[in-house]
């Protein structure tokens, strides 16, 4: 069962990394159809058709400074993460006109489109109109958790070879919206051409990933952002641990961490010490 699980799950990561490479095919000319899935609302206005202009609440997840957008939608509905270039669209910040570089990680956007949406993984948007951004609400979370997952994979880069996968567990307290934890895993295994999975160290074990009885992960790393026990997390202030781990004896912890928000939603953190297995 455990094999079967495994190769089951593999497949369809291999399924999304192939959708990626048919991006270029899809932007020629095989959109789908306007109304179908990735749309925000599931109906009306954010399906548009016929001219319609549809609406799409997001956060940046990653790329502000190079304005080359991974988006998480805010709704929970349709797809959880899209692409999207900025280049020469419209950009308005708080209702003016901006410039596309004052875009920021951690900021909340509407993409105003009257395309469809094209199927990719992440999602793609045709007849991207508009961007409308808002400085109210900025909150970098996935900024926070992607660097101390770089941070941890700059530590024992021996750990880090030959490696198909990824795993991430990522605590809903801390980032409690499902997409940016979707989207944090999904940015993080690309940057390192790693294929995604996400759930705990158990279910990872239980589908046949990692060597529970030898405790140790072949072809893969699993990374974790989870919260400090009898901790109360803040609006501002966080209390986290992280961790890496290929094996048994294989493994590195940043413990009793604080990381605090700043006034622009950004997130600086340091770890209370470091731990090594």
């Not at 003016?96 to 004052?102: R, T």
């Amino acid at each position: 069962m455990n094999k079967t699980g495994k190769r089951q799950r593999a497949q369809r990561a291999l399924l999304v990394f192939a959708a990626l490479l048919l991006c270029a095919a899809l932007l020629a000319g095989c959109g789908a159809g306007a109304g179908g899935p990735g749309s925000a609302a599931g109906s009306g206005p954010d399906e548009p058709s016929g001219g319609e202009t549809g609406g799409l609440l997001c956060r940046i997840v990653d790329g502000a400074a190079e304005g080359e957008l991974l988006l998480a939608a805010q709704r929970g509905e349709g797809d959880a993460l899209y692409r999207l270039t900025v280049g020469d669209t419209a950009v308005l910040l708080d209702g003016q006109p901006a410039d596309a570089g004052q875009l920021r990680d951690g900021m909340l956007l509407t993409v105003e489109y009257t395309g469809s949406v094209l199927e990719t993984y992440p999602a793609m948007l045709e007849g991207v109109t508009a961007l409308r951004a808002v400085t109210a609400g900025q909150n970098d979370r996935c900024g926070l958790v992607l660097q101390a997952f770089e941070d941890l994979w700059a530590e024992d880069s021996g750990l880090n070879g030959d490696i198909a996968y990824m795993g991430f567990e990522i605590g809903e307290t801390l980032v409690p919206e499902a997409s940016e934890r979707e989207g944090i895993a999904w940015r993080f295994a690309e940057l390192h051409g790693a294929q995604p999975l996400t759930g705990s160290w158990q279910q990872l074990a239980d589908e046949g990933y990692i060597d529970a009885e030898n405790l140790y992960w072949e072809d893969g790393l699993f990374f974790s952002f989870t919260p400090t026990e009898n901790k109360d997390q803040k609006e501002d202030q966080l209390f986290f641990t992280a961790q890496k781990w290929r094996s048994g004896l294989g493994a590195l912890f940043f413990v009793d961490c604080t990381a605090r928000r700043d006034a622009s939603g950004g997130w600086q953190y340091e770890a209370g010490g470091f731990a090594i297995a």
